[in-house]
C-alpha cells in the first residue's frame, strides 16, 4: 500500500526546483498586473509557515498604490546613499551600478510585520528563544518566495530601508516589527544564478566550508 503522505517523484523535483531556481529579482520585472486570485495564493503559502507556539506573529500589507511606492522609493533613495558610503571605495562604483530593488518596477509590493505581542506575554517555545517570532515571519516570507516562484513570479526583498521611517509612511502600529519589504511581479526572465554572483559581488561557499559533524 502506497503512503499517502509520499511525495511522487515529479513533487519532489518540483520543489528542488523552486528552491534552486528562486531568484532575488531586482531588474526583471514586468508592468503586468498580479491578479487577486494569483496573489491569493501566495499569502496563503505564507500564512502556512511553521511559528513558534503556533502565534501566526505576521501581517501582510499588500501596496498596489503608484503615490505610496514613490515614498517608499524616496526611503530606498537616501538609505541606499548612506549604505554606499560605508562599504570601501574601491567596492563604491561597483555598488552603484547594482540595481537593488523593484519598488517602482514590481506591480505589487508587500510588507510584512511581525506581531511580537500576539502570543500573550508567555509563548510556548519563546521561553529562552525570544526572537524565535521572528524567526518564524521569516519562514512566511520563504514560504510566499517559493510559492511565487512555483507560479512564475519574481520576488525581491528590499533591506535597504530604514524600517521606522517605513511604518511612518505605510502607517504601520508602533508596536510591530516590520520584517520584509517586498516586490512581487512576472518578469522577463529567471536568471540562471543569483545576481550579485552573477556581478561579481560574491561567490557562492562550497556546502562542505558550512557543515559540520557531531561538534563544531
Known sequence: MSDPNAFTPEDREA?????????????????????????????????????????????????RDVATRQKVHGLFTKANDEACAQFPE???????????????????????????????????????????????????VQNLWLAARAEGLGVGWVSILDPEALKTVLEIPEKLTVI???CIGWVSAFHDMPDL????????????????WEGW
Open 90 to 140: 574601491d567596492r563604491r562604483a561597483t555598488y552603484q551600478s547594482l540595481k537593488l530593488q523593484g519598488i517602482l518596477d514590481a506591480p505589487v509590493n508587500l510588507c510584512i510585520t511581525c506581531d511580537r505581542d500576539r502570543g500573550g506575554p508567555v509563548v510556548l517555545g519563546r521561553t529562552h528563544q525570544p526572537e524565535m517570532d521572528l524567526y518564524s515571519t521569516v519562514c512566511a
Open 15 to 63: 520543489v528542488y526546483k523552486a528552491i534552486f531556481t528562486r531568484r532575488d529579482v531586482r531588474g526583471e520585472f514586468l508592468p503586468d498586473p498580479v491578479d487577486d486570485a494569483t496573489l491569493t495564493r501566495l499569502l496563503t503559502a505564507a500564512h502556512h509557515a511553521p511559528s513558534v507556539g503556533f502565534m501566526q506573529p505576521w501581517d501582510f500589507l499588500v501596496i
Open 197 to 212: 554572483e552573477r556581478k561579481g559581488w560574491r561567490e557562492r561557499m562550497g556546502l562542505e566550508g558550512v557543515v559540520h
Open 180 to 182: 520584509a519589504y517586498l
